[in-house]
């Protein structure tokens, strides 16, 4: 994991970068990675989310 998305970095953003992922329903997860919707949006997902080949 590259060092932005850990550490000192984290505590500058909402919640520590943590809530709930949109795709996975995952609680109180990291949610630093950014994926495209099949209708142009951005969402911010987890780790596991990001790297899934099925789209939302």
Do not use: F, H
């Not at 500058?12 to 109180?28: E, I, M, W, Y």
């Amino acid at each position: 994991m590259a060092k932005t998305k850990r550490g000192k970095v984290l505590w500058k953003l909402t919640s520590r970068g943590r809530g709930t992922c949109p795709v996975c329903q995952a609680t109180r997860i990291k949610l630093l990675y950014t994926r495209t919707t099949s209708d142009g949006t951005q969402l911010n997902v987890c780790k596991r989310c990001s790297k899934a080949s099925e789209i939302l």
